[in-house]
């Protein structure tokens, strides 16, 4: 359980650094679900096991399993969820962080304190190492462990030592200088291939991707696929018979628990949302729509992993049992009540349902430098309500593959502007930078998008005299360009696209922008199309 943990504060931290919750101000809304969807099911719990010794139990009846919620989102949910996701994980992990804390504070044994006081100094070691850039893995897993051993033997919980190191853990896009260095590292060892070179190449590689998204990597699907799954089998071993049903659900541990999870946790996120909302008088609001909104609440009543964690250190024997029975019935109830929620919402008028999904909280804007109308290069309408925006370097085969995707895309859709910006990876692709120029040298005589085309469907011939040849297949003053070219007259005019590629920190080419946000996604047909619908929705909800 401890890496599963761990494995949410990754997540967490990756949402502060690159996602959703990079705008602080964002912050407010997940963190008020996250509250609400505590305290209400805790009171609800409280309620129903007022004046009896159960009642201690409360913990049991408030935490979200985060990857069993997300994975039943997936199979009851909305097809294009990705607001309705981001915003779960964003208040789950308030949820899941708070939970952590009242393991270490309420139902932990006896507090060793000297034992205690070495975990957080093994946590504050891992901060300072990683404050002043401290790679060493080695380093990190020794502290790890001598924080999990400490915390053990202080009587506090050690999975807290999971989650604090996994906040711990910056994410951030690959630089390019990374990836040049990684290249080079990789084309000396292609040259002389020996252990020495193929270590440092593995190493510079390895480097270039944020310590968060290489722990990821690692631990996400053991905690998915094995961690989670076992716990659960491991300790929601139930004896089911009508007559323990029978007396579980008079149970008030179970009906607390029941409620707590399918009641309490919809209306506790939900009107934290709304509250949230209602102060700020609609300049805050959740980056999703009120559909999408209560679906959470009541997709996050699966508390199946943590619950079962809760239950095991607040109960034992029969009550155990009965607390099992709450928390696997409550996970049951909440994916159907999502289902639910999700299937009234189809029933809608297009344009409602859409903003019962999708809310009117425009998204974060990732790309550096808005659209230019007077200097960027673009094909479809101007005034179109999606705009593609893509890095591309001539000679990168991947590019080469989008292209087709993009013609279908501008063919299937008449309202979708795109919009070129040179990415050059010179480091990979020597003949890339000069293949730019020469398209701006076109463009300087009327003919970029000719250019841009030949060049994509040439890039294996992309020198000098070739280049020179496309000019006077299309009809240029190929003395006039043949002189751009040798004296490099636009070599600043990529410069510039280049520039804002790495404020947007763009590495990489093929990157597209959609609306201004980044495209995480694949680039080929289906997926650039489901992504330009889901733009053109919000744009027209939200205009």
């Known amino acids: 359980?401890?890496?599963?943990?761990?494995?949410?504060?990754?997540?967490?931290?990756?949402?502060?650094?690159?996602?959703?919750?990079?705008?602080?101000?964002?912050?407010?809304?997940?963190?008020?679900?996250?509250?609400?969807?505590?305290?209400?099911?805790?009171?609800?719990?409280?309620?129903?096991?007022?004046?009896?010794?159960?009642?201690?139990?409360?913990?049991?009846?408030?935490?979200?399993?985060?990857?069993?919620?997300?994975?039943?989102?997936?199979?009851?949910?909305?097809?294009?969820?990705?607001?309705?996701?981001?915003?779960?994980?964003?208040?789950?992990?308030?949820?899941?962080?708070?939970?952590?804390?009242?393991?270490?504070?309420?139902?932990?044994?006896?507090?060793?304190?000297?034992?205690?006081?070495?975990?957080?100094?093994?946590l504050a070691a891992v901060y300072v190492a990683r404050t002043i850039g401290l790679r060493q893995a080695v380093l990190y897993a020794g502290?790890?462990?001598?924080?999990?051993?400490?915390?053990?033997?202080?009587?506090v919980d050690p999975v807290v030592s999971g989650m604090v190191i996994g906040l711990l853990t910056p994410a951030y896009p690959a630089a390019r200088s990374d990836l040049e260095q990684a290249t080079a590292r990789v084309r000396r060892f292609r040259e002389q291939p020996t252990a020495e070179l193929a270590r440092a190449a593995s190493i510079s590689l390895s480097e270039s991707i944020s310590p968060n998204g290489r722990m990821q990597e690692i631990f996400h699907p053991w905690a998915s696929y094995v961690i989670v799954p076992l716990f659960a089998l491991a300790n929601a071993g139930l004896v089911i018979s009508a007559e323990f049903l029978a007396h579980?659900?008079?149970?008030?541990?179970?009906?607390?628990?029941?409620l707590g999870y399918v009641v309490g946790k919809p209306i506790g996120t939900t009107g934290g949302a709304w509250l949230v909302t209602t102060i700020s008088r609609g300049r805050i609001r959740p980056p999703a729509?009120?559909?999408?909104?209560?679906?959470?609440?009541?997709?996050?009543?699966?508390?199946?992993?943590?619950?079962?964690?809760?239950?095991?250190?607040?109960?034992?024997?029969?009550?155990?049992?009965?607390a099992k029975a709450g928390v696997l019935a409550a996970a049951i109830v909440a994916a159907a009540l999502t289902w639910a929620v999700f299937r009234v919402t189809n029933l809608l008028p297009?344009?409602?349902?859409?903003?019962?999904?999708?809310?009117?909280?425009?998204g974060i804007i990732d790309l550096a430098a808005p659209v230019d109308a007077g200097r960027d290069h673009q094909r479809g309408p101007k005034k179109a309500p999606v705009t593609v925006v893509e890095y591309g370097d001539f000679e990168c085969p991947y590019c080469g593959r989008a292209e087709p995707a993009i013609r279908e895309l501008l063919a299937d859709f008449g309202d979708v502007r795109y919009v070129w910006r040179h990415l050059p990876l010179t480091d990979v692709h020597p003949h890339a930078q000069l293949a730019a120029e020469a398209a701006?040298?076109?463009?300087?005589?009327?003919?970029?998008?000719?250019?841009?085309?030949?060049?994509?469907?040439?890039?294996?011939?992309?020198r000098p005299g070739d280049l020179i040849g496309y000019a006077t297949d299309l009809g240029l003053d190929t003395e006039r360009f043949a002189k751009d070219l040798r004296?490099?007259?636009?070599?600043?005019?990529?410069?510039?696209?280049?520039?804002?590629?790495d404020l947007g920190s763009v590495s990489g080419t093929p990157t597209f922008f959609i609306n201004g946000q980044r495209h995480h996604g694949a680039y080929d047909i289906d997926s650039l199309s489901a992504a330009v619908r889901t733009a053109r929705a919000v744009a027209a909800i939200t205009s």
Not at 253 to 258: E, R
Not at 350 to 362: D, S
């Open 1 to 122: 359980m401890t890496f599963f943990f761990l494995v949410i504060g990754l997540e967490a931290r990756r949402e502060f650094d690159m996602g959703e919750l990079r705008d602080r101000r964002r912050v407010a809304v997940p963190l008020a679900a996250g509250i609400g969807g505590l305290v209400v099911p805790v009171a609800i719990f409280l309620a129903v096991n007022a004046g009896r010794p159960s009642a201690h139990g409360w913990g049991a009846a408030m935490s979200t399993d985060t990857a069993f919620a997300l994975g039943m989102l997936a199979l009851v949910g909305p097809k294009s969820a990705d607001r309705l996701r981001t915003y779960l994980l964003t208040f789950a992990v308030v949820d899941d962080f708070t939970t952590i804390v009242i393991i270490a504070l309420v139902y932990s044994g006896h507090i060793n304190v000297p034992a205690l006081l070495a975990g957080l100094v093994a």
């Open 143 to 155: 502290l790890g462990l001598a924080a999990w051993i400490a915390f053990f033997k202080s009587g």
């Open 248 to 258: 579980a659900f008079a149970s008030p541990i179970t009906i607390g628990i029941l």
């Open 289 to 322: 729509g009120w559909a999408s909104v209560t679906g959470a609440g009541t997709i996050a009543g699966i508390g199946v992993t943590v619950s079962l964690l809760v239950s095991s250190l607040a109960f034992r024997g029969e009550q155990l049992a009965e």
């Open 350 to 362: 297009k344009q409602l349902r859409l903003r019962a999904l999708l809310g009117t909280e425009a």
């Open 440 to 462: 701006e040298a076109a463009a300087g005589q009327g003919a970029f998008w000719e250019m841009h085309d030949t060049l994509l469907s040439h890039q294996d011939a992309l």
């Open 487 to 501: 004296t490099h007259a636009y070599a600043a005019r990529v410069a510039e696209d280049v520039d804002t590629a």
